[in-house]
């Protein structure tokens, strides 16, 4: 059974960073891509970026790059999301989602994370 | 382009039939996928390819696309179809993914 296990909720000032973390299992790691989405509250779905598991590879969407780094452990099959600058419109719920291809479908998502960004 | 077109919101009686639709100009070059999102629950892919349906999704769920436009049918709605459903593609442009505003469905 292919899961995908995210960290918790997480409270940030405007300026600082946060890294949301996502665990795989229930299939082989680096066979999938996988792709972070984030939705703010009430509105629709937002693509930020994504990393192939086998190299470490990344692209990121405009909006973004600069600001989100995407990383890999295939030690303990995770992938890691980190974010600096935050502002109070980063405040959102953050998916991680798997893909076969490098984009969509997005076959299995994460239970998602919070993040707020609040002073 | 990047932008995908939904409608808002539709609404269907129970057991009838449904069509959501999307529209973009990387419809014509690339199949949309379908996501269901219920409150408070991530989303979940329904539909993808021309008409691939995942494991489970049950088959009253179709796929379909013409030109810019793709289209999720849902026929004899049932109440636990309720929920936004969103579309995604790939930029023709910069090959990055865009989803479409997502379409409030409620089952009359």
């Known amino acids: 059974q292919v899961h995908l296990v995210q960290s918790g909720t997480e409270v940030r000032k405007p300026g600082a960073s946060v890294k949301v973390s996502c665990k795989a299992s229930?299939?082989?790691?680096?066979?999938?891509?996988i792709n972070w989405v984030r939705q703010a509250p009430g509105q629709g779905l937002e693509w930020m970026g994504i990393?192939?598991?086998?190299?470490?590879?990344?692209s990121y969407a405009q909006n973004f790059q600069g600001r989100v780094t995407m990383t890999r452990d295939t030690s303990t099959s995770t992938v890691h999301m980190e974010m600096s600058s935050l502002r109070s419109e980063d405040t959102a719920i953050y998916y991680c989602?798997?893909?076969?291809?490098?984009?969509?479908?997005?076959?299995?998502w994460g239970q998602g994370t919070l993040v707020t960004v609040s002073s | 382009s990047s932008e995908l077109t939904q409608v808002p919101a539709v609404s269907v009686a129970l057991g009838q039939t449904v069509t959501i639709t999307c529209q973009g100009d990387s419809l014509r070059g690339y199949f949309a996928s379908w996501y269901q999102q219920r409150p408070g629950q991530a989303p979940l892919l329904v539909m993808s390819?021309?008409?691939n349906r995942p494991s489970g999704i049950p088959d009253r769920f179709s796929g379909s696309s013409s030109g810019d436009t793709g289209s999720l049918t849902i026929t004899a709605a049932q109440a636990e179809d309720e929920g936004v459903y969103y579309c995604d593609s790939r930029d023709t442009t910069t090959y990055y993914v865009v989803f479409g505003g997502g379409t409030k469905l409620s089952v009359l």
């Open positions: 390819g021309q008409n």
């Open positions: 229930g299939y082989t790691f680096t066979s999938h891509y």
């Open positions: 990393i192939n598991p086998i190299g470490g590879g990344t």
């Open positions: 989602a798997r893909s076969t291809l490098d984009g969509p479908p997005f076959d299995y």
